[in-house]
């Protein structure tokens, strides 16, 4: 079958989650190339500044999972009775 | 180069993208400058252990454990210096005289007030929206405070 090359550019919000998740897209319908999605994650990654990277390590992780209400209790508790 | 001091409240919303206030932190954080430094006081590690053996239930501590290896991998901790120790005393004075606040609001504020020491000691921003940082520049008016919620 001929290939016809297309050349879209998309707005993407700017973390790398929604980077990623239009790149899955692509590939389960077979617009793009494995390797390929994955230099554009990588260069998208090295582009991005140390804050940046820290910042999305952190969204990703999102270990507390709607939990900070209770972690900041605990930490009022912690201050509430800390004494030098 | 600026030198930031995180406040643990802060650090909590990071790993929680379901706070309210969790789009603005994440955007400031982003935003730094890679020659910026990223800061943690031991003593918010001393919260964070507190958390994770005080947790109401194993999930909880878990995901705390999980959020203080984080941090220790991506921030600076700072630790407590007889420099800062003398900061303290003169902040805690100073505080004390000028709101008349009773033993128990002392307590409740010596977390702070050793926050407050620390970033004096290594010129650096408190990243807070508690006021009590406010109240202290009052007096100390080198001392930097951002609220990256607004």
């Keep these: 079958m001929a290939q016809r090359r297309l050349t879209i550019d998309l707005d993407l919000p700017g973390s790398a989650e929604a980077l990623h998740h239009a790149l899955q897209i692509l590939l389960q319908y077979g617009l793009i190339s494995d390797k390929k999605a994955r230099s554009i994650e990588q260069e998208e990654t090295a582009k991005k500044g140390r804050w940046a990277q820290a910042a999305e390590r952190l969204q990703s992780e999102n270990y507390l999972k709607g939990r900070s209400g209770e972690v900041r209790k605990l930490f009022r508790e ?5 004494e030098l | 180069m600026k030198r930031y001091i995180l406040d ?3 650090l909590g919303t990071l790993e929680d993208s ?9 955007r400031k954080l982003s935003s730094l400058p890679d020659e910026d430094e990223v800061c943690v006081s031991i003593i ?3 919260e964070y252990y507190f958390g994770i053996f005080n947790a109401p239930d194993e999930n909880l501590s878990q995901q705390l454990l999980k959020t203080k290896d984080t941090i220790l991998e ?3 901790i700072l630790p407590l210096t007889l420099e800062s120790a003398e900061l ?5 004075t100073a505080y004390k005289k000028q709101t008349g606040a009773t033993r128990a609001g002392m307590r409740r504020h010596n977390v702070d007030f050793i926050l407050a020491s620390t970033a004096l000691e290594q010129q650096a921003v408190i990243v807070s929206k508690d006021n009590i940082f406010s109240k202290i520049q009052e ?3 080198g001392l930097q405070v951002e609220n990256w919620t607004v």
């Design chain 2, 139 to 141: 007096f100390e008016q």
């Design chain 2, 18 to 26: 379901e706070s309210p206030e969790y789009k603005e932190i994440f």
């Design chain 2, 88 to 92: 303290y005393g003169k902040i805690k």
């Design chain 2, 44 to 46: 918010s590690i001393y």
């Design chain 2, 74 to 76: 991506l921030f600076t």
């Design chain 2, 8 to 10: 643990a409240n802060f």
């Design chain 1, 78 to 82: 912690f201050r509430e009775e800390f």
